[in-house]
């Protein structure tokens, strides 16, 4: 059964870290786009960060030089290291696998960062 789940999310103090992990199965990470989102309440899904297969990543300006993305392709397995979280950091985050017409979506896990 192909499919992609979360872990790692919870609740954080701000100032605070987490990191985020992605297991697939049923399809192999090495080939893909893979990428991570958010959706915090009342507002639209975004993108967060994303890592093409060579390696290269990009990060939405709210979160660079806080969060990195990472993938071990022989665990078939991607990573989201939240560092400095600040409340607004507060969503669902799902992980994205993209490859040509296929499109996977995880079934996200909560972050809140709270005091």
């Known amino acids: 059964q192909l499919q992609l789940v979360e872990s790692g999310g919870g609740l954080v103090q701000p100032g605070g870290s987490l990191r985020l992990s992605c297991a697939a199965s049923?399809?192999?990470?090495?080939?893909?786009?893979i990428g991570w989102f958010r959706q915090a309440p009342g507002k639209e899904r975004e993108g967060v960060s994303c890592?093409?297969?060579?390696?290269?990543?990009y990060y939405a300006d709210s979160v660079k030089g806080r969060f990195t993305i990472s993938r071990d392709n022989a665990q078939n397995r991607v990573y989201l290291q939240m560092n400095s979280l600040k409340p607004e950091d507060t969503a669902v985050y799902y992980c994205?696998?993209?490859?040509?017409?296929?499109?996977?979506w995880g079934q996200g896990t909560q972050v809140t960062v709270s005091s």
């Open positions: 994205n696998a993209q490859f040509r017409v296929n499109n996977y």
């Open positions: 049923g399809l192999t990470l090495d080939s893909y786009v």
């Open positions: 890592m093409n297969s060579d390696g290269s990543s």
